[in-house]
């Protein structure tokens, strides 16, 4: 299998999988008004074929075990961890992808991803702690304070735009209206983060020991409990959607060509940043990024994701001046945070 002999080219593959992260999403936006739960079936399945195409082509090539040969000799509790952590993440980034519906870009991944970094880095240094620990949690910290003040701006102009909609009517209910509350947003939010900071250091449990999986083999098995998992969450989601009415299976054969390939596209661009950093975490100790590290570099996929929502889709638009200061106060706690982080591993 082929992986990195420098701490450039590991660095190098996190920056990439921060881009794959922060991108895959505007999927879902171009995707117009097809639902996420349609969607995601596509995307499930396009998380798979990137992870088999991976295990067929750099899995395979190289010195070390090919990803058969991997799985032929590691454990089954190393294969349950893979498949568990796939699972955890799918029901992770389904509660995401309702949150992005819901709340929009700016919004889901700064609270929901910003709180997975935290939970992870934590996490993923007790397993295998590399980089200044002081660093580590400095960074942490400073992204606890851009999710909260990322709440508080989104807070604030749902309420705005409520006023607005609204109008001079003392009533919303008299107005016809029905007030649009943040509540919903955050709280989808916040549950996809708890869960997605979970699934990495789970991931980690299985590429420990001498039988352990290797970056492609795991991708690979991780890519099965996600496209499994999704029959299960995703049907939940269809009959009991967080907005709108329920969905039915047959509704999926009416999305156009093009929809169902943005779903396909979605999962392709996701795997490729969650096998870049697999594979960057995988390194040779001497020139690691290390795994804590470089699950937080890669969570800078919040700032690219926020930066798609403000500047592209203008999720903020209209907004007071003092939601745009807040949001500019998010944006900078985030660069903070994780600049701190990434400077950890060359700090002892």
Same mark, same amino acid.
């Not at 990322?150 to 107005?175: C, F, L, M, N, V």
């Given at each position: 299998? %082929?992986?990195?002999?420098?701490?450039?080219?590991?660095?190098?593959?996190?920056?990439?999988?921060?881009? $794959?992260?922060?991108?895959?999403?505007?999927?879902?936006?171009?995707?117009?008004?097809?639902? *996420?739960?349609?969607?995601?079936?596509?995307?499930? *399945?396009?998380?798979?074929? $990137?992870?088999?195409?991976?295990?067929?082509?750099?899995?395979?090539? =190289?010195?070390?075990?090919?990803?058969?040969?991997? +799985?032929?000799?590691?454990?089954?509790?190393?294969?349950?961890? =893979?498949?568990?952590?796939?699972?955890?993440?799918?029901?992770?980034?389904? /509660?995401?992808?309702?949150? %992005?519906?819901?709340?929009?870009?700016?919004?889901?991944f700064p609270v929901g991803i910003g709180l997975a970094l935290v939970i992870g880095v934590v996490w993923n240094y007790a397993i295998n702690p590399q980089g200044n620990r002081g660093l580590l949690?400095?960074?942490?910290?400073?992204?606890?304070?851009? %999710?909260?003040?990322?709440?508080?701006?989104?807070?604030?102009?749902?309420?705005?735009?409520?006023?607005?909609?609204?109008?001079?009517?003392?009533?919303?209910?008299?107005?016809?209206?029905?007030?649009?509350?943040?509540?919903?947003?955050?709280?989808?939010? /916040?549950?996809?983060?708890?869960?997605?900071?979970?699934?990495?250091?789970?991931?980690?449990?299985?590429?420990?020991?001498?039988?352990? +999986?290797?970056?492609?083999?795991?991708? /690979?098995?991780?890519?099965?409990?996600?496209?499994?998992?999704?029959?299960? *969450?995703?049907?939940? *989601?269809?009959?009991?959607?967080?907005? =709108?009415?329920?969905?039915?299976?047959?509704?999926?054969?009416?999305?156009?060509a093009r929809q169902h390939l943005l779903g396909v596209a979605g999962g392709l661009i996701w795997c490729t940043g969650t096998l870049t950093n697999f594979v960057a975490a995988s390194a040779p100790?001497?020139?690691?990024?290390?795994?804590?590290?470089?699950?937080?570099?890669?969570?800078?996929?919040?700032?690219?994701?926020?930066?798609?929502?403000?500047?592209?889709?203008?999720?903020?638009? =209209?907004?007071?001046?003092?939601?745009?200061? /807040?949001?500019?106060?998010?944006?900078? +706690?985030?660069?903070?945070? +994780?600049?701190?982080?990434?400077?950890?591993?060359?700090?002892?």
């Amino acid at each position: 299998m %082929i992986i990195p002999t420098t701490y450039t080219a590991a660095l190098l593959l996190t920056i990439i999988s921060m881009i $794959c992260w922060g991108s895959w999403a505007n999927t879902t936006k171009l995707a117009g008004k097809w639902r *996420f739960e349609l969607f995601y079936f596509d995307y499930a *399945f396009g998380v798979l074929l $990137c992870a088999i195409l991976a295990a067929a082509t750099f899995g395979s090539m =190289g010195d070390d075990l090919t990803v058969l040969d991997n +799985l032929a000799v590691t454990g089954k509790r190393q294969i349950f961890w =893979g498949l568990l952590g796939g699972v955890v993440f799918n029901l992770a980034n389904i /509660l995401l992808v309702a949150a %992005i519906t819901v709340a929009g870009l700016a919004v889901a991944f700064p609270v929901g991803i910003g709180l997975a970094l935290v939970i992870g880095v934590v996490w993923n240094y007790a397993i295998n702690p590399q980089g200044n620990r002081g660093l580590l949690f400095a960074g942490a910290a400073l992204v606890v304070m851009a %999710i909260i003040t990322d709440a508080i701006a989104y807070a604030q102009h749902a309420a705005q735009k409520a006023r607005e909609e609204t109008g001079a009517s003392p009533s919303p209910a008299a107005a016809g209206v029905k007030k649009k509350s943040p509540v919903k947003g955050i709280a989808l939010s /916040l549950a996809s983060g708890v869960l997605m900071g979970s699934f990495y250091p789970i991931v980690e449990i299985s590429k420990q020991g001498e039988i352990g +999986l290797g970056p492609y083999a795991v991708g /690979l098995v991780f890519a099965i409990g996600v496209f499994l998992s999704t029959f299960v *969450f995703n049907l939940y *989601f269809m009959n009991l959607p967080v907005q =709108g009415p329920p969905v039915g299976v047959r509704d999926y054969f009416q999305g156009t060509a093009r929809q169902h390939l943005l779903g396909v596209a979605g999962g392709l661009i996701w795997c490729t940043g969650t096998l870049t950093n697999f594979v960057a975490a995988s390194a040779p100790r001497e020139i690691n990024v290390g795994p804590a590290i470089s699950y937080a570099l890669g969570q800078g996929a919040t700032m690219i994701s926020a930066l798609w929502g403000l500047l592209v889709w203008k999720e903020f638009a =209209g907004a007071s001046a003092k939601v745009k200061a /807040l949001l500019a106060v998010m944006l900078l +706690l985030f660069v903070a945070g +994780l600049t701190t982080v990434s400077v950890a591993p060359l700090v002892r």
